[in-house]
Every structure is written in structure tokens, then in C-alpha cells.
């Protein structure tokens, strides 16, 4: 009974990592990506629903005010800023690297705020983002 039990949770264990594997279509480097994308609180602004990393919500009561002021701003001018679980169907990873460098422009307009890493930190960044290439197991239109 020991044996049958070990042997459903190493399958079970298998399994779960092949589903994951097959879910991310990301390359080496994407702990790294993801970890800048936090740190440089990139999720003030932008979500990945595919990777359940949701808007930045501040602890001090004064920043969410004024985070809140700033999306409610971008909303009005019809900015909002795009959750990003697909930007790798969209744009490549040098593309991103010049968008956060400010030298590419999307309807005449650059990004919203300056990258303020080091260009390496730029560069792994816009790597891990151009492989975010979720579309089979997200759904787009869910809020």
C-alpha cells in the first residue's frame, strides 16, 4: 500500500511539472525577469494574470492614494496601462528594450515612466517579457 501511494504522488508530482512546463513558454532567465519586474515595481502599473502577479497595492495609505489618483488619471485619458501575459506575441525583446529605453513609440507616445535599472537589468527584463507568450491556458477578457 506504502508503494502504491509513493507511486501515485511521484506521478502526480510529474505531472504537475509537465503541466507547468507546458503552460510557460519562457526561457532560462525567467525567475530573474520576473524578480526585476517586481522590484522595479513594474505591477504599479501593469498586471500578468498568467502569472497571478497582480497591481502593486502600497501599504502606506498616502502612496495608494496617490496610486489610485494616477490610474484613475491614465483611465480618463484612456491610457490604461495593458496587463502584459502575451506582450511576447506582440513585440520582440529588443523591441521592449528600446520601448523601456524610450526610443520606441506606440501610437506616438513612449512608456509612461523611465526604467531606472542598469541597462543589464534593462536587457534581462525585456528578455523574460518578450517570452511571455500565454495565450492557451488564459483567457484575455477575464477581469
Known amino acids: 500500500m506504502k508503494i502504491v501511494k509513493e507511486g501515485v504522488l511521484l506521478l502526480l508530482i510529474i505531472g ?3 503541466f507547468m512546463g507546458s503552460e510557460v513558454s519562457a526561457g532560462k532567465g525567467q525567475g530573474s525577469g520576473k524578480q526585476l519586474f517586481i522590484h522595479f515595481d513594474c505591477n504599479a ?3 500578468i494574470k498568467a502569472l497571478h502577479i497582480s497591481l502593486l497595492r502600497p501599504k502606506n495609505p498616502i502612496e495608494r492614494r496617490q496610486m489610485r489618483k494616477s490610474l484613475r488619471k491614465l483611465r480618463r485619458e484612456g491610457r490604461i496601462p495593458p496587463d502584459l501575459s502575451d506582450i511576447g506575441n506582440k513585440h520582440n525583446a529588443a523591441w521592449l528594450n528600446r520601448w523601456m529605453e524610450h526610443k520606441e513609440k506606440i501610437d506616438g507616445k513612449r512608456h509612461q515612466e523611465i526604467f531606472h ?3 543589464h537589468e534593462r536587457e534581462v527584463l525585456a528578455e523574460w517579457m518578450g517570452t511571455l507568450k500565454y495565450t492557451r491556458f488564459y483567457d484575455k477578457n477575464l477581469k
Do not use: N, P, R, S
Request: net charge neutral; with cysteine.
Open 117 to 119: 535599472g542598469t541597462a
Open 16 to 18: 504537475l511539472a509537465l
Open 45 to 47: 502599473c501593469h498586471t
